[in-house]
């Protein structure tokens, strides 16, 4: 195609072509209404910082998009280009102008919207533009390889899922270490739960920390939850490329996944862009009615904790200053505003407000993608002074932010302009408040080891299964010398059969035995009505794989000890077990 005698470049041709294919009344509303008023211009972080330099004023960023449009799609541009100041694009070079404003002069925040009299939404047209390009490989090197990781690896980060996997285990070890209670531990792909855990990809790579902080919520919480080993990303980076097939593609695998698990609450984790891409925009870009589980930021799931009483927080144990900073995404584009306040007066004894705030908060200057290209960095801190003065005037020692991609922002501008503050999340806020009563498995004073008179094991019957001839012994030993009857097994059909065919009052089973493995036995067992009941004691030497019998879908345990054992700790536990059974 050509334009006089300008010849127009394939690329150039491919986005006018699909550019008419975007347009939707939304899009067209805000292409045609503006009445270049100027109230957009200082609502702006990129003018306020560069006051003298007129291209970095949202209208007339837009009009670069807008007079393509008027060229091509509106009336008095095809008829008068010359009075509407209609243009088209010709070159990969108009493209690569395009591109130094679509992605490296507004992060899409939205924040000159606000006080537009037409209802211009410039950003959405951004973003449009931006998909356009992309179309045609025209992007910052950045945005093209995060859009591959996301598109190959499924999630934006190119984390592979074994280590995904292994950090969650990791991270699950550490809470039943510190918590000493085996049922503390990350669960993964457990089906029909309350919650599906949902996280940012930084998480695993950058901050595993909100993810212990966030298990050992839930645990506290008593919760049911789990987190998918696929498709757990719930960021969108075609929220930021504008590719709405990227978009679709990511948000479809996380519905999917979820509905897989048969999870009752998709819970997104504190993310402004992975929030608004997954529960407002993802059933758009990918075409489907997500109905078969609600999905709720973690915010407002630690706020339903706390009011529900599933967990106790004492706020004096976050005492140092903060402040907020609202996410764009979170709080202009979806509205979250008083909820993490709540949260934050509920679990901060010292909080500051940020003026200018809500709908009206500065950008991080980091959002819209803009961490990712590096060869914006010296304009994104630059624009970022305006944040940093924000900050300085609160006097607060830590910001809070609700949105990973601002933790980034935040902390690259704190270090540039040398503020001296830490950046947090509410999920460590919330973390560091909880009260965690000890779990104690009360032994009742008839089985404790000091009182004069414990539990008489005479004429109980016991089964005894492990596939180690000397353990056996021992344990039948101790156990017939205080009166009970002992019955033995060597590998796990035995052990099932036996258990079946002479019902006994108690079973120590080990897990690692020939035939059938013990936890498959104790799944058997669970899952047979005449043995549902028999009380079970695991006795094993791999501590490593007591978290798989409390992730069964069956009762757990009710009792549990590691090898080596002594005479004490067996007839301690096996009383326990006993009385356990007994009160249930
Ligand atoms: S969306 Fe934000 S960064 Fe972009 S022009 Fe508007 S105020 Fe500036
Ligand atoms: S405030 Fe609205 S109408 Fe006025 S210049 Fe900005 S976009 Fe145009």
Known sequence: MSHGNTKRSYKAQKVLERFEKKLNRQIVGSLVACVHCGNCTDMCHYVLTNPDDPSYAPAYKADRIRRIFKRHFDWTGRIFPWWVHAKSIYTDQDLEDLQDIVFGKCTNCRRCSINCPMGVDFATFNRMARGLLVSVGVMPEGVAVVSKDQWELGNQMGVLKEDYVETLEWLGEELEMEMKDPRANIPIDKPDCEVVYSINPREVKYDPRTISDAAKIFYAAGE????????????????????????????????????????????????????????????????????????????????????EGRIKVDKSRNSIPVTFHDSCNNARSCGLY???????????????????????NYCCTGGGG???????????????????????????????????????????????????????????????????????????????????????????????????????????????????????????????????????????????????????????????????????????????????????????????????????????????????????
């Open 224 to 307: 049911n939850w789990t987190m998918p080993s696929e498709h757990w990303d719930m960021t969108n980076f075609g929220l930021f490329s504008g590719d709405d097939d990227l978009g679709g593609a990511v948000a479809r695998r996380l519905y999917e996944k979820t509905a897989e698990l048969r999870g009752k609450t998709l819970v997104i984790s504190e993310c402004g862009h992975g929030y608004r891409s997954t529960r407002c925009e993802g059933p758009n870009w990918a075409g489907m009615d997500v109905n078969g589980f609600r999905m709720e930021s973690s915010v407002i799931t630690m706020i339903r904790y706390i009011k």
């Open 370 to 584: 803009a961490m990712s290209m590096s060869e914006y960095t010296p304009r994104r801190l630059k624009s970022a002074k305006v944040k940093a003065d924000q900050l300085t005037a609160t006097g607060a020692k830590i910001v809070v932010t609700s949105c990973h991609n601002c933790v980034d922002g935040l902390t690259d501008l704190i270090k540039h302009y040398k503020l001296g503050l830490e950046v947090s999340q509410l999920v460590n806020l919330v973390a560091n408040a909880l009260v965690i009563e000890p779990k104690v498995v009360e032994v009742p004073a008839e089985v404790a080891p000091t009182v004069a008179e414990p539990l008489s094991l005479k004429g109980r019957r016991i089964l005894v299964a492990d596939d180690e001839p000397d353990f056996v012994t021992f344990v039948s030993t101790v156990l017939q010398d205080n009166g009970a009857t002992v019955l033995e097994a060597s590998d796990g059909n035995q052990a099932f059969e036996m258990a079946k065919k002479e019902i006994p009052d108690l079973i120590t089973l080990d897990i690692s035995m020939p035939g059938k493995s013990g936890m498959e036995v104790f799944e058997l067992l669970r899952n047979t009505p005449e043995t549902a009941s028999i009380p079970v004691c695991i006795i094993t030497g791999k501590p490593e794989m007591r978290k798989l019998i409390y992730d069964r879908p069956v009762p757990p345990p009710e009792g549990y000890l590691d090898k080596p054992v002594d005479e004490e700790s067996i007839l301690l536990n096996v009383r326990k077990t006993l009385v356990l059974a007994r009160d249930k």
């Open 338 to 360: 008083e909820e993490p306040r709540e949260l934050l007066n509920l679990v901060c004894a010292d909080f500051h407000e940020m003026y200018p705030n809500r709908a009206e």
